[in-house]
């Protein structure tokens, strides 16, 4: 993921295998804007909401 930090927009709708422990490892991409995470039914969304990995 390092060479991802000018990473503005990732779309990652509908994938069944994400989960909250995936999401850590987004936390470098530090130019982040832009996250779809729509329809990813293994995401309570409790990290999401608390600001846990933003």
């Known amino acids: 993921m390092k060479s991802l930090v000018a990473l503005?927009?990732?779309?990652?709708s509908?994938?069944?295998?994400?989960?909250d422990a995936g999401l850590v490892h987004?936390?470098?991409l530090v130019?982040?804007?832009h996250l779809d995470l729509r329809g990813c039914p293994n995401l309570p969304g409790a990290g999401l909401?608390?600001?846990?990995f933003f």
């Open 49 to 52: 909401c608390t600001g846990q």
């Open 26 to 28: 987004l936390t470098s």
């Open 8 to 12: 503005e927009h990732l779309n990652l």
């Open 14 to 19: 509908w994938s069944d295998n994400l989960t």
């Open 31 to 33: 130019a982040l804007k």
